[in-house]
């Protein structure tokens, strides 16, 4: 008998999305942004490109907030979608949504989580690991990149700011902790992983599509 205990959630989500994760950074607009060479526009259309996603994922999960599985990922400190309009704003001005065009990727992306939201909802847990630990991580090394490349001012920079989290970090385990709480409900966590696989390639999908448009 093993002396190991059985990996939680959060860890077999990580183990098995490594290498879509891995993929995500080294393509399109991602990989730009990494390297300092994505526009103010570059960036603005990218922001456009994740805001339906975003506005379906935290309307669904507000739906669902008191579900078994779900009450443990729904957390409001974590939502993006008011941020990014804010910075939108900044980027573009209030007219931004006229100035930016309405890829067809953010869509088929907005429509995968409308899909997972059907019946309970649970494999949305897939979608907010991939997004919201991305942001809560990784995004902080991209706001640093865009303040060094393009140079943007703190307002266009608000999809990186969490101003309801008071310490980064704590909040980063305990967030992370519960998608090992969310497991214990979950009939089926296989599905939740395959859903964060599937919202890796449909990630990757729009930063192709937003660096095909700015080449």
């Not at 990989?31 to 990218?46: P, T």
Request: net charge negative; aromatic share 8%.
């Amino acid at each position: 008998m093993s002396s190991h205990p059985d990996p939680g959630l959060a860890d077999r989500l990580r183990d098995h999305t490594h290498g879509w994760h891995r993929s995500a950074e080294r393509s399109g607009i991602v990989r730009m942004l990494l390297r300092g060479l994505v526009s103010r526009h570059g960036y603005a259309l990218y922001l456009r490109s994740l805001l339906p996603a975003y506005q379906q994922m935290e309307a669904a999960l507000q739906r669902h907030r008191q579900a078994p599985g779900i009450r443990w990922i729904a957390r409001s400190e974590t939502y993006r979608a008011a941020a990014i309009e804010s910075s939108l704003e900044a980027l573009c001005g209030p007219q931004w949504s006229d100035a930016l065009p309405l890829l067809s990727a953010a869509t088929d992306y907005a429509e995968r989580i409308a899909d997972a939201a059907h019946g309970d909802g649970l494999r949305l847990i897939g979608h907010a690991y991939v997004r919201y630990l991305g942001d809560l991580n990784g995004g902080q090394i991209l706001r640093g990149c865009l303040i060094r490349s393009p140079g943007l001012e703190p307002e266009a920079l608000t999809f990186y700011d969490f101003p309801d989290i008071h310490d980064l970090q704590r909040f980063k385990d305990e967030y992370r902790a519960g998608f090992d709480q969310a497991a214990a409900e979950l009939v089926d966590a296989d599905e939740v992983i395959a859903e964060a696989v599937i919202a890796f390639k449909l990630n990757i999908a729009v930063s192709e599509s937003v660096a095909a448009q700015i080449a």
